[in-house]
């Protein structure tokens, strides 16, 4: 089986699986990223290994490793997961070669469409978690009613005055989120928020929005709207894409019905920004955002396999 026979059938196999996926493509291997490849009776496996780098003082380093290892698969076959087994074990003498061992700001990343689930159970073995979920949510989903809002809440975008309330509704968003394995809290987390609050308090949209109960703010909500929300299309086959970058809901005030009428509130504002789609990242094994986003007609659409360190530890 070549290379070309093997992208083929994985974007057969994707496009049956999932109409929302994009087309895939064949692997781009004119770069300097390193191929890996596994060939096995009439399956094969092609792996993209690459590797990405941000710095500490960036605020997208709260929600990832310093230093990431992604690798982009193509499979085909009758035996995806014995190939794919063969595969990570290559990429495995890879990383030892290329990371540190036992270095909490590596991971090791594998995004897989959610319903192509050949190969987990070797993801699985390989010591990789499902972490996180790229979901989505077209237009006319029909979602059942939520729970009805308290007479109370009133949802006004955020103004100058917010900054501390909004980066104290991120910083608990964050505490939250960080025991299901998708947060790399830092001390400058508060800083990096704060900086970011204000540039989006600079534009003349309003993107981000507070959730008032009984006139104490006690929600947030963060969402991009085309065309800045247009480096999401890569991952949808759809044309106008909105992206949920933030919703929060203070302890005190959950179960409430103050998310519910948050994501209404956003819904209303896709709607009428004319996207096709609205996809948002939550952690798949937290409690209240994975039934949440269910409920509110959102399904996974990539799900986001981890490991962390990218290399474990070296036992002793
Ligand atoms: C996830 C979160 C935003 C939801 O906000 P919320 O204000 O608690 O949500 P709501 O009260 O509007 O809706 C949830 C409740 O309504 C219920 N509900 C939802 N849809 C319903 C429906 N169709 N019919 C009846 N009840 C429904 C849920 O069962 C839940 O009640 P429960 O907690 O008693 O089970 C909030 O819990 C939160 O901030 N969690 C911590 C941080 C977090 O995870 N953020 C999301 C990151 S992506």
Not at 160 to 174: F, G, M, S, Y
Not at 248 to 266: D, F, I, K, Q, T
Not at 285 to 313: D, E, I, K
């Amino acid at each position: 089986m070549n290379t070309d026979a093997i992208a083929t059938e994985h974007a057969a196999r994707l496009s049956a699986a999932d109409s929302l996926l994009p087309l895939s493509e064949p692997l781009d291997n004119t770069g300097e990223d390193t191929v890996l490849e596994v060939r096995k009776d009439d399956s094969g496996a092609i792996g993209l290994a690459t590797r990405s780098e941000i710095a500490a003082d960036f605020s997208d380093s709260l929600w990832r490793a310093l230093i990431e290892h992604r690798l982009t698969l193509r499979l085909a076959g009758p035996q995806p997961g014995e190939v794919l087994g063969d595969l990570l074990a290559l990429w495995n003498s890879h990383l030892a070669e290329v990371a540190a061992p036992g270095d909490w700001d590596t991971a090791a990343v594998v995004v897989r469409p959610s319903r192509d689930p050949a190969g987990s159970a070797e993801l699985l073995r390989h010591g990789f978690a499902p972490v996180r979920v790229l979901a989505v949510r077209p237009a006319d989903r029909l979602a059942a009613p939520g729970p009805a809002a308290e007479p109370g809440v009133r949802i006004r975008p955020a103004g100058q005055d917010d900054i501390d309330t909004a980066v104290r509704l991120h910083t608990e968003l964050l505490r939250y989120d960080a025991d299901f394995g998708g947060v790399s809290p830092r001390e400058t987390a508060a800083e990096l928020l704060a900086a970011d609050v204000g540039k989006e308090l600079t534009r003349t949209n309003p993107t981000l929005w507070i959730a008032e109960l009984y006139g104490g703010p006690l929600g947030l909500l963060q969402i991009q709207l085309p065309p800045e929300s247009d480096w999401a299309r890569r991952y949808v086959r759809a044309e106008r894409v909105g992206y949920l970058s933030t919703l929060h809901v203070a302890e005190a005030a959950r179960s409430s019905g103050v998310g519910s009428a948050l994501a209404a509130h956003a819904h209303q504002l896709f709607d009428e920004a004319g996207t096709d789609v609205v996809l948002l990242h939550h952690a798949l094994a937290n409690p209240r955002s994975t039934p949440f986003w269910c409920a509110q007609g959102y399904r996974p659409l990539w799900t986001y396999w981890q490991r962390r360190p990218a290399v474990p530890a070296a036992s002793l």
